[in-house]
């Protein structure tokens, strides 16, 4: 396995290739979000704008919140597509639900910009279809996201926030070049198995089986040695590249996981029963993958009062500074977002009697590549909590980094 900087250095030389060299900003495709009203309209196309309130609040529901936020969105997206006009940028818009479905090759070759405006879900599914998958061509579309209402969302892979105030200062700085690209490295799941077919997938957002008739990847013979050592004949690149991370874990989460995990195609076969493997990007980082391995100010002074010494001036000390051990420890948690590495995360171990087998698997470490075979009952594979595949007993999935399959976005500040 290469050394970090060795990779790092290595993947930057790829990178380098799929940076445009002549990027003009002429066409702009805006995907906007899916507003909680706009969802209930979906959910109940039957009724009229009055029924529709009504039933909302007989549920208990704020109307006049859901009515607000739904407006705070609309007139973002104006604003955001007045700002592309004004510098001469001809604009397609398209709803995050449409765009989930219909989009197609031609319409993401057709734009030099795709433009989410809303969350971090709405930039996620947009990244999706900025797949070298949905490519007619090496050249890569390269994403800018807006966060439309930063009061009540974070928007982490949006532009800054400042830039929901004034996001005519942003187009501006795109058109004329004053920005910085990153690369964004993404997941590559491949299924191996005996046959090369892959489950259906369901889409999570709304409940229903995927169908993406534009996207297709062919079956490939696994090469001798990856199909003697994983012990399969096929391999199947799963269509979908995973920003944030790839989980894997049952389907109820108070059944438990159990999973065998092969770490950077060693020879050591890790055996573990938890709640569910994380396997995360460094954009993953600052999400789930924060959330799982965090810890607190109380778990800090827990720990401190634990030692034999808890009660000693140095100790007392550091008791007083939770807050801020439990902080810098959470910071460090974090890892650029065109880190090669992936880093794995097993959530809630179990620790007792043979497991984990063998007693020295770590519960969280950085990789390049991580082999996982399903011993669950009714698991799944899910892709940045949006695209799920079944993942029952026997099923196989590596998971991997490619320079290739990174995600181009704008960066300003």
Request: net charge positive; charged share 25%.
């Amino acid at each position: 396995m290469l050394k970090s900087k060795q990779l790092l250095q290595q993947f930057s030389k790829e990178y380098a290739k799929y940076t445009p060299t002549n990027f003009r900003l002429k066409r702009a495709l805006v995907v906007t979000k899916l507003s909680r009203y706009e969802f209930e309209q979906l959910r109940h196309p039957e009724l009229s704008p009055d029924q529709l309130q009504q039933k909302l609040r007989d549920r208990g529901t704020d109307v006049e919140m859901v009515l607000h936020l739904h407006k705070v969105h609309k007139d973002f997206e104006r604003r955001i597509v007045q700002s592309f006009q004004d510098v001469g940028c001809e604009v397609k818009l398209s709803s995050r639900l449409e765009f989930r479905s219909s989009l197609s090759k031609d319409v993401m070759s057709w734009a030099d910009v795709i433009v989410p405006v809303g969350g971090d879900g709405t930039f996620l599914l947009s990244a999706g279809r900025a797949s070298p998958l949905f490519a007619l061509s090496q050249q890569k579309t390269p994403i800018v996201g807006f966060n439309s209402d930063p009061l009540h969302s974070e928007g982490r892979l949006m532009l800054p926030k400042h830039y929901s105030d004034n996001p005519a200062d942003a187009v501006s700085r795109i058109k004329s070049g004053d920005f910085k690209w990153m690369h964004r490295s993404r997941v590559r799941t491949t299924m191996l198995g005996s046959n090369g077919k892959i489950p259906e997938p369901t889409d999570l957002f709304r409940h229903t089986e995927v169908k993406m008739e534009q996207v297709s990847t062919a079956p490939e013979i696994l090469d001798q040695d990856m199909a003697h050592k994983y012990k399969a004949k096929m391999k199947r690149v799963l269509p979908y590249l995973a920003l944030n991370e790839v989980f894997i874990g049952e389907h109820l989460s108070a059944r438990v996981s159990h999973l065998q995990l092969v770490l950077d195609h060693q020879d050591v076969v890790n055996k573990t029963k938890c709640s569910g493997l994380c396997v995360s990007t460094g954009t993953g980082s600052t999400s789930w993958h924060t959330s799982i391995n965090r810890i607190t100010s109380r778990d800090v002074d827990d720990l401190l009062r634990s030692l034999p010494n808890g009660n000693s001036k140095n100790v007392m000390m550091l008791r007083q500074n939770a807050e801020e051990i439990a902080q810098r420890y959470n910071q460090g948690l974090l890892f650029a977002p065109d880190d090669p590495r992936l880093c794995y995360s097993i959530r809630e171990q179990i620790c007792v009697g043979v497991w984990p087998s063998p007693k020295t698997f770590k519960e969280r470490d950085f990789v390049q590549t991580v082999f996982v075979k399903s011993h669950c009952i009714d698991a799944n594979l899910v892709i940045d909590g949006s695209i799920s595949f079944p993942f029952n007993d026997g099923a196989k999935a590596l998971l991997e980094v490619h320079p290739e399959d990174a995600l181009l976005t704008i960066a300003l500040d």
